[in-house]
């Protein structure tokens, strides 16, 4: 039997192909024009960061919150999907930004999705087929103070399996 895929964008799978997961991110458009990094720390967590430069400067001289959001837009999806497999669609549903500090420097934020998180959210999907999950991180400055929280709402669905 086949199982549906979610289909990943193919200028990423280029992307990530060429360069690697990190490295990728430095030629995609909005990362590269606001000079996003982003590092893998380990299986199941990813770091991104950003100088203050310029191009993700706003109006009053600190970084821009389009930027600040940017940097933290895919990465708890892009974690689940690699942990979930085929067979798995997730998809950001909705996603908040509180602007807690204005962020100068370089401001860093961590993403970490925890391998039982995966185990349950493959057991619940066993029973409900799809779910809303909310994930949380924050953006902090170079002396880790808070600058802005995001809430990011992750549509997730168990694919049926087709014969």
């Given at each position: 039997?086949?199982?549906?895929?979610?289909?990943?964008?193919?200028?990423?799978?280029?992307?990530?192909?060429?360069?690697?997961?990190?490295?990728?991110?430095?030629?995609?458009?909005?990362?590269?024009?606001?000079?996003?990094?982003?590092?893998?720390?380990?299986?199941?967590?990813?770091?991104?960061?950003?100088?203050?430069?310029?191009?993700?400067?706003?109006?009053?001289?600190?970084?821009?919150?389009?930027?600040?959001?940017?940097?933290?837009?895919p990465?708890?999806?892009?974690?689940?999907?690699?942990?979930?497999?085929?067979?798995?669609?997730?998809?950001?549903?909705?996603?908040?930004?509180?602007?807690?500090?204005?962020?100068t420097?370089?401001?860093?934020?961590?993403?970490?999705?925890?391998?039982?998180?995966?185990?349950?959210?493959?057991?619940?999907?066993?029973?409900?087929?799809?779910?809303?999950r909310?994930?949380?991180?924050?953006?902090?400055?170079?002396?880790?103070?808070?600058?802005?929280r995001?809430?990011?709402?992750?549509?997730?669905?168990?694919?049926?399996?087709?014969?």
């Amino acid at each position: 039997m086949e199982r549906l895929k979610q289909q990943v964008y193919p200028r990423w799978l280029e992307l990530a192909q060429k360069f690697g997961f990190e490295k990728s991110f430095e030629h995609f458009g909005p990362y590269a024009g606001a000079g996003i990094k982003v590092r893998l720390i380990d299986d199941w967590t990813v770091e991104s960061s950003m100088a203050l430069t310029e191009s993700n400067t706003n109006y009053v001289g600190t970084h821009f919150g389009g930027s600040l959001y940017s940097m933290c837009d895919p990465f708890f999806m892009f974690l689940l999907m690699r942990h979930l497999g085929e067979g798995y669609i997730v998809w950001d549903k909705a996603a908040t930004i509180e602007f807690v500090r204005p962020g100068t420097g370089t401001v860093s934020a961590r993403f970490h999705i925890e391998p039982s998180e995966v185990a349950w959210l493959r057991e619940e999907l066993q029973k409900t087929k799809k779910l809303n999950r909310e994930y949380h991180c924050e953006v902090r400055d170079e002396e880790q103070k808070v600058v802005a929280r995001v809430a990011k709402v992750l549509y997730i669905r168990k694919l049926p399996v087709r014969g």
